[in-house]
């Protein structure tokens, strides 16, 4: 099993429309987790993080976190096509590693 | 926000040669900085973790004595790939967690490097 998984896509939304990409991990004792958007032949750039069960929303975007279940996801509201990039989840591993899943690519078609 | 430079953004190189890539924390200090290997249509993979003043550990599979690394300041390591052959042609970039360095903290990347061996 792999330690993150996610699904590779492609996930296809019209413009407007809202994004869900969906992450589980395999380490109950994780506790950090991390969304990254990678357009093509660029590196990661952070969007959200959380640490807490529950929501935490910034902006158009929304992580969400359930430890008993070992899943977190990101919506993303009001799609645009500038959203379309490759969507990495990463969880914190001790010493502050992180453990990336495939990514799922995201395509919002205007 | 804490910035991360990476450098050189490309480089093309003959098989058998060496190729340094620098990675620097531009306004924050960074005892622990990760390098990271990404092939085409792949995730990012952890290669090593540079520290600074001390031995940088390898993960699993990684050969130390192929990829050097070495973190010689607060804002600066390198990763030296060794004798490069065409299979460590690849995306390679570093990270480092930022400001000051919380347990769970985000990583900030660099611009990452893309090497090709010919």
């Known amino acids: 099993q792999k330690e993150v998984e996610q699904n590779s896509g492609p996930l296809s939304v019209p413009e407007g429309a809202i994004a869900s990409l969906n992450c589980t991990y395999s380490?109950?004792?994780?506790?950090?987790f991390f969304w990254y958007r990678q357009y093509s032949g660029k590196s990661p750039e952070l969007i959200m993080f959380?640490?807490?069960?529950g929501d935490k929303e910034d902006g158009r975007f929304t992580a969400q976190l359930n430890k008993a279940s070992q899943y977190v996801s990101l919506l993303i509201r009001d799609s645009q096509p500038s959203d379309s990039a490759t969507y990495l989840c990463a969880v914190n591993r001790k010493g502050n590693k992180l453990v990336f899943g495939a990514g799922t690519i995201l395509r919002v078609k205007s | 926000g804490a910035v991360v430079s990476q450098h050189p953004s490309r480089v093309i190189c003959k098989s058998g040669t060496s190729v340094k890539i620098e990675c620097r924390s531009l306004d924050f200090q960074a005892t622990t900085m990760f390098w990271y290997r990404q092939f085409p249509k792949q995730s990012l993979m952890l290669m090593a973790t540079s520290n600074e003043g001390s031995k940088a550990t390898y993960e699993q599979g990684v050969e130390k004595d192929k990829f050097l690394i070495n973190h010689a300041s607060l804002t600066l390591s390198t990763l030296t790939v060794t004798s490069a052959h065409p299979e460590d042609s690849s995306f390679y970039i570093c990270s480092a967690p930022g400001g000051a360095e919380p347990l769970n903290s985000p990583l900030h990347f660099g611009n990452g490097t893309r090497l090709t061996v010919t």
């Open positions: 380490d109950r004792g994780s506790q950090s």
């Open positions: 959380i640490y807490s069960n």
